[in-house]
């Protein structure tokens, strides 16, 4: 047992410099473009599809993992987890490399699609910036063998990240028709 103690404080510091440097790295970058830079690149106009598709096939291995676990099913329900992580991760590693490469897109939609477009842009902001260390802490949990407390946070850090997720994919297709090719 003294072992699973020394995982989660070995790990607690790690998971609040993660979750502080990520949203403030991510937020530093979104502004840099390298063109200013004087780096001649063109720009990653490619990037946002398949970044959205990331966060569609995110959100079906994050049901998939809860359905595998309900199942009995802990190691497959493990793999899942950790190919969600890699998503979210080649996910954030994309959408840097995308606003680092070409000016941010407007949304031109009127009226009420404006306001739903913004309502769920800025939810999937910050709770992109919350699940962080949620999906930390349930991991590191899981690896120090307290599934139940793992259990209690990953019922707040599911429906969090699948919300990001799903709202990530929505976002894309409401703001699609006004990027500029």
């Known amino acids: 047992m003294k072992e699973n103690v020394t995982i989660d404080k070995k790990y607690n510091t790690l998971i609040v410099l993660v979750s502080i440097v990520i949203p403030v790295v991510v937020a530093i970058l979104f502004n840099v473009k390298l063109k200013d830079l004087g780096y001649d690149v ?3 106009s490619f990037l946002p599809p398949i970044y959205a598709t990331i966060n569609g096939i ?3 291995v994050l049901i998939a993992a809860v359905m595998a676990i309900k199942k009995g099913n ?3 329900h493990e793999r899942l987890m950790t190919f969600a992580i890699a998503l979210s991760l080649a996910f954030l590693v994309m959408y840097v490399a995308y606003h680092m490469t070409s000016d941010s897109t407007k949304f ?3 009226g009420v699609i404006r306001l739903v477009y913004f309502v769920l842009l800025i939810s999937h902001i910050i709770l992109s910036i919350a ?3 949620l999906v930390l802490i ?3 949990r899981a690896l120090a063998s307290k599934f139940d ?3 209690k ?3 707040i850090t599911f429906p969090i990240w699948l919300y990001v997720a799903v709202t990530g994919v929505i976002v894309y297709i409401m703001i699609a028709p006004y990027y500029v090719h």
Request: glycine fraction near 8%.
């Open 42 to 44: 063109e720009p990653l």
């Open 58 to 60: 995110t959100a079906v």
């Open 74 to 76: 802990r190691k497959l």
């Open 108 to 110: 031109g939609g009127e």
């Open 131 to 133: 699940v962080i260390p």
């Open 138 to 140: 349930s991991y590191v």
């Open 149 to 151: 407390q793992h259990k």
């Open 153 to 155: 946070i990953a019922k």
